[in-house]
């Protein structure tokens, strides 16, 4: 079983079929690795765009593509093909995170009408497992650079932000941790399943009565006596979180209680905040009297 290291660079443009914005692959880089990590051959293609018809500055700074190389590369759909060929059928298909992923299926579903990556058999996400590795915790991301410091490969020899570049960036921090056994676990099967997951969108539980709401979060007790708090406040739905406050009447202080329910396609994710209301000061408090009374 090969792995395919893909990396992709796009650029974000309207689409007028859809009346939104997509992000457009203008480039893909691919390596080919045996199942001891050897290399045995690489992919690499410009993408003529067929939705934007110029690149955003940003892009042409990040990635040093111009307007003329672009227009001189191959239409989505003959790369494609050719890297679909390229890549067989024995094969696990690997990006730094599943950004790439989501892009691609967007892209094959407004140029070629159709939902699926056909190539795609069996896919793992190497930020995920080299973050595992590392022991970054979840709500981190680091990104590509970061983890080549992180594990001492130079980076150097490297030109960033090319697609081919970046996967074998990609490879190399992948040999610098890779186990069979760990990595088993993050490789997954692309099939519904696997496709739903990825087009969940996560979003913030924002109605206070849903059944996916744990109530007994929303309590407060006090930090300092572990008494009962009243709750002063009603809850508020603010920036993706509820807000109230709560008193301790045995402590004498009154707290900010903020908590964020976040669905995903398997689980709530679930955020507390608190923090403590500094009463103002008696000459302050005086001041905004007078102040509220003009």
Known sequence: MDFIIMDLEWNNTYARKTKGFINEIIEIGAVKLDENLNFKDK????????IGKKLRGSVKELTNITNEEVRSGEPFTKVFSSFRRWVGSESILLTWGDGDIRVLIDNYKYLNGIDTIPFLSYYADMQAYIQSVLGTPKSRQIGLSAAAQELGVDE??????????????????????????????????????????????????????????????????????????????????????????????????????????????????????VSLVVPEAPENAEETAQDNEK
């Open 156 to 273: 150097s020899a490297f030109s960033h932000h090319r697609a081919y570049d970046d996967s074998l960036l990609s490879a190399e921090c992948l040999k610098k941790v890779y186990s069979k056994s760990a990595f088993k676990p993050y490789i997954r099967e692309c099939n519904d399943e696997f496709y739903a997951r990825l087009s969940f969108k996560a979003h913030p539980i924002s109605n206070i009565h849903s059944p996916l709401i744990d109530k007994s979060v929303l309590d407060y007790r006090c930090e300092i006596c572990s008494g009962k708090c009243e709750q002063t406040k009603q809850w508020a739905f603010s920036n993706q979180y509820f807000r109230s406050r709560y008193y301790c009447p045995n402590c004498d202080r009154t707290v900010r209680v903020a908590v964020r329910f976040k669905q995903y396609y398997d689980r709530i994710d679930i955020r507390k905040t």
């Open 43 to 50: 992919f690499s293609c410009l993408i003529k765009p067929q």
